[in-house]
């Protein structure tokens, strides 16, 4: 199975890629998890990306194109794949239909999550994740079940990301809107895409895609 996530920021990709790989044993690909570890080790790429990403604009396809080229390069030819947050332009598309002919891998769906515009921005103000694990929390929707201690791992140390801020989040709803949407009619051409409500809870969606995957 290989399945693209697309939604706008704080559609609840990673949420769902994570639970996709608890559940069915998938490999999770965040093109934005990567370019923050790349940053965080201050790479050369990291350097390029890092200002970029705060102004919440989108950095170049080539890189992230092949970072994701290593990364199927590296992973076994029978691991499923959810690609999240990757292609966001039709140039990342084009690309990554020659990723996947390079390495032996056709694309299964395309699960596009739709959130009201109002509820992203009060989710991702609220959205941190722990920094051992990475497991996503919200702090209303979804906390963790005792307060200040990671539900999966026992940490007690969380991060919240520099970009997720009101003023950065209206640039990528913009950039999303312009660029990444526009990508739909690719996949739709080829019978790929599936709508789920990111507006239900957490449980609803993860069952709204199970049911798409069996
Ligand atoms: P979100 O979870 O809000 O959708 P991501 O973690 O996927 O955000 O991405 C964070 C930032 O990393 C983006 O705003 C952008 O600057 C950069 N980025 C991630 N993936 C891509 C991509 N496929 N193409 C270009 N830029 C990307
Ligand atoms: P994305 O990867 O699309 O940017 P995330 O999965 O990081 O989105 O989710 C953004 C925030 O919203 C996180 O704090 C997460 O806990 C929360 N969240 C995710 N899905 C839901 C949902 N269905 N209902 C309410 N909050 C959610
Ligand atoms: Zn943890």
Do not use: W
């Not at 950095?59 to 292609?87: H, K, R």
């Amino acid at each position: 199975m290989n399945i693209i996530l697309l939604g706008p920021p704080g559609a609840g990709k990673g949420t769902q890629a994570h639970r996709m790989v608890e559940h069915h044993g998938m490999r999770q690909l965040s093109t934005g998890d990567m370019l923050r570890a790349a940053v965080k080790a201050q790479t050369p790429v990291g350097q390029k990306a890092k200002a970029v990403m705060d102004r919440g604009e989108l950095v170049s396809d080539d890189i992230v194109s092949e970072l994701i080229d290593a990364e199927l390069t590296a992973l076994a030819p029978e691991t499923g794949v959810i690609f999240d947050g990757y292609p966001r332009t039709q140039a990342q598309a084009e690309q990554l239909d020659g990723l996947l002919a390079k390495h032996g891998r056709c694309l299964t769906r395309v699960i596009e999550l739709g959130v009201d515009e109002d509820a992203l921005v009060e989710r991702i103000t609220g959205r941190f994740s722990c920094a051992e694990c990475g497991t996503l929390y919200h702090d209303m929707a979804n906390p963790p079940k005792t307060d200040g201690v990671c539900d999966q791992c026992g940490s007690t140390e969380f991060k919240r990301r520099p970009d997720d801020n009101e003023e950065t989040v209206r640039t990528r709803m913009q950039e999303y809107r312009a660029k990444t949407q526009p990508i739909l009619p690719h996949y739709e051409a080829q019978d790929l895409v599936a709508r789920v409500d990111g507006m239900a809870s957490i449980e609803d969606v993860s069952h709204a895609i199970d049911a798409l995957l069996t």
